[in-house]
């Protein structure tokens, strides 16, 4: 199955789950699937591999292939090169996808399929914080497990962070092997 995107009951064979499960999953906001002209529901590849990822469900084969690694998507502000956090990612084993400044940042949220987000807490100061509250906010949006570059030793920032729900923040100069061993128990074993 070479799909880009699935239907509702082929995802629903591909999960091992029954058609009327993926329905209330896409009603409820758990799973994204958009309409067709013919009114239609169809789910993106990447957006039902993030799903299974982030639930912890086997991975069918039909969604195996090279480009399954974790997509973990990169905000940073608008000043900042994103390039090592890029690296990081990169040499973690993981996808990695960009956004900088706010406007980059909304729209790349509502685009992107990742699996977490990690947010360079230097570059975006107090805004950091922000994003993540007004993530939150949105009713039927559960963002994906959200973790941090920054000052891990900074107690203030770490109790505010986890008030937010920030699963982790990591030091900026961590081994690329930790940070994936850390990250992906988060993803539950990817």
Request: charged share 20%; net charge positive.
């Amino acid at each position: 199955m070479e799909h880009r995107y699935f239907t509702t009951h082929e995802a629903a064979q591909l999960i091992g789950v029954s058609l009327p499960t993926i329905i209330n999953w896409i009603k409820s906001g758990r799973l994204t699937a958009h309409r067709t002209l013919g009114g239609h529901r169809r789910i993106e590849r990447d957006v039902l591999a993030a799903f299974i990822r982030r639930h912890g469900l086997p991975m069918p084969s039909a969604l195996l292939e090279e480009s399954s690694a974790p997509r973990i998507l990169a905000l940073t502000g608008s000043k900042a090169d994103p390039t090592p956090v890029l690296e990081l990612l990169r040499r973690a084993g993981f996808q990695a996808l960009s956004a900088q400044g706010l406007l980059s940042i909304g729209f790349a949220l509502g685009q992107s399929a990742s699996d977490a987000l990690l947010l360079d807490l230097p570059s975006l100061g107090a805004r950091a914080f922000s994003i993540l509250e007004e993530l939150r906010e949105r009713q039927g949006y559960r963002p994906p497990p959200v973790f941090a570059l920054g000052n891990p030793h900074d107690e203030r920032l770490c109790r505010k962070m986890s008030e937010l729900g920030f699963q982790e923040i990591f030091d900026p100069a961590i081994e690329p092997v930790i940070f994936r061993q850390r990250v992906a128990w988060f993803l539950r074993g990817i």
